[in-house]
């Protein structure tokens, strides 16, 4: 894994509560390893999701714990292929 610190952070920040905003998602910049890849890049398209169902999540608690739940599955898919390197 080459680079991830800052997208790990922001999922991190998200998974205790805090909200984002669309720019800081598309200012995120990373690099990973080829078999950290598709978690990473799975994770990038679901802070997207996040980022984009905002209005919908302040709605329905139900949907937001379910989004930060997606979030927190990617992470640790993030880390398992971290830790295979």
Do not use: C
Not at 22 to 48: G, M
Not at 80 to 85: E, I, V, Y
């Amino acid at each position: 894994m080459d680079d991830v610190k800052e997208l790990v952070g922001t999922i991190m920040r998200v998974l205790d509560h805090a909200e984002i905003t669309e720019a800081e998602v598309l200012d995120l910049d990373f690099e990973a390893d080829d078999k950290a890849r598709p978690a990473v890049n799975d994770a990038y398209i679901k802070l997207l999701e996040f980022v984009h169902d905002r209005d919908l999540r302040v709605a329905d608690p139900d949907l937001d714990r379910s989004e930060r739940a997606r979030l927190e599955h990617a992470l640790k898919q993030i880390v398992r292929f971290s830790s295979r390197n």
